[in-house]
DNA sequence: TACCGGTAGATAGCAACACTGAATAGCAAG
DNA sequence: CTTGCTATTCAGTGTTGCTATCTACCGGTA
């Protein structure tokens, strides 16, 4: 992974973490080694408690310490109804972008047999 | 526009431009006319320079001098083979988030059926 | 001529975000 | 008690896009 996913991911992690809240909550800890499981090698620990704590302070997301039994007591994270239209407004804003990149993904690959205006 | 999409265009704007380049060279007023049109409506000049100047600076591009009718001579970019390489790059970066992204939309989609709020 | 609006580019400073790299803290097993 | 795993926190850094302003060139109009 290079700058390029870093920098992508501005703005993304966010709502990857949201959407993944929203379907089950998750202390942070889980939450690094979910996103690690899906192929987000490169994401650590730091990145995702610093993101955790900026949503919490926004209010996006409730909050419940629950002892466990292996180490310090686990701060779960569970997507309340601000951060549902949160989610919901970051889903809009990637469903224009993703069309508009896939346009020109799409642009670029005919570019090379074809001619068109546009 | 929110500051969503603003979070959201670091790391992807560069790409957009790149790849804007690669389908036909232009100057910098004329991408920023191009991507407003797209609907890019808050992108205004001064992030567009910028860009450019830095994608110069990285060699991505070459830069060619065209005198205007109107106003000071024009800045015409086009994308060379390095800064098809890093397209490229891009483009890789890029599926793999989106797929990742659109899983999770999926998911939340599964969840609840309701994908309009306001 | 002198001014104004539109075209075209450049620059300085700012805020947000993810990364690096560590430190801290609790518990269990050796 | 020390090691190792779980779990959280924090300070400092770099990249990026935005805001706002400035320079510069041209044609039209008063």
Chains 1, 2 share one sequence.
Do not use: C
């Not at 993703?98 to 047999?113: G, K, T, W």
Request: overall charge negative; glycine content about 10%; hydrophobic content about 35%.
């Amino acid at each position: 992974m290079g700058k390029q996913m870093t920098e992508m991911l501005k703005g993304t992690l966010e709502g990857i973490v949201l959407a993944t809240l929203a379907a089950q909550p998750a202390y942070g800890y889980e939450i690094t080694a979910r996103l690690r499981d899906q192929g987000f090698s490169d994401i650590v620990e730091g990145t995702v408690y610093a993101l955790l704590i900026r949503i919490e302070q926004r209010g996006l997301v409730d909050v419940e310490k629950v002892p466990s039994e292996k180490g310090p007591p686990r701060k779960v994270y569970s997507l309340n109804a601000q951060g549902g239209e949160y989610l919901a407004e970051f889903w809009k804003s990637w469903d224009f972008l993703a069309a508009r990149i896939e346009q020109l993904h799409r642009h670029s690959d005919n570019s090379q047999h074809d001619h068109e205006g546009e």
